[in-house]
Nanobody, 114 residues
Framework: QVQLVESGGGLVQSGGSLRLSCAASGFTFRVYGMNWYRQARGKERELVAHISSNGGSTNYADSVKGRFTISRDNSKNTVYLQMNSLKPEDTAVYYC???????WGKGTLVTVSS
């Protein structure tokens, strides 16, 4: 059974940091690129970051470039999103996504207070 389980969300002040984790199981994690998406209340879900299967290539939305870092540990079947210099507009539910298989996690809420 495929599972993507996000963790690490919470409440943080503007300018603070959080690290999200996504633990994968039930599929061959190491061969798939992975995404982090987010969805703010009343807005469409947007792609935040992508990482290739071996971690050698990453891409970011312009809104988070220079502040967020996506990484992965294939030995732990886990993908991470390090979020620094957080802003209130980063408040959203963050989702882990395996694009090739279209697997989604249930999300973790990040709230950034001003």
């Amino acid at each position: 059974q495929v599972q993507l389980v996000e963790s690490g969300g919470g409440l943080v002040q503007s300018g603070g940091s959080l690290r999200l984790s996504c633990a994968a199981s039930g599929f061959t994690f190491r061969v798939y690129g992975m995404n982090w998406y987010r969805q703010a209340r009343g807005k469409e879900r947007e792609l935040v970051a992508h990482i290739s299967s071996n971690g050698g290539s990453t891409n970011y939305a312009d809104s988070v470039k220079g502040r967020f870092t996506i990484s992965r540990d294939n030995s732990k079947n886990t993908v991470y999103l390090q979020m620094n210099s957080l802003k209130p507009e980063d408040t959203a539910v963050y989702y882990c996504h395996a694009p090739t298989k279209n697997y989604w996690g249930k999300g973790t809420l990040v709230t950034v207070s001003s």
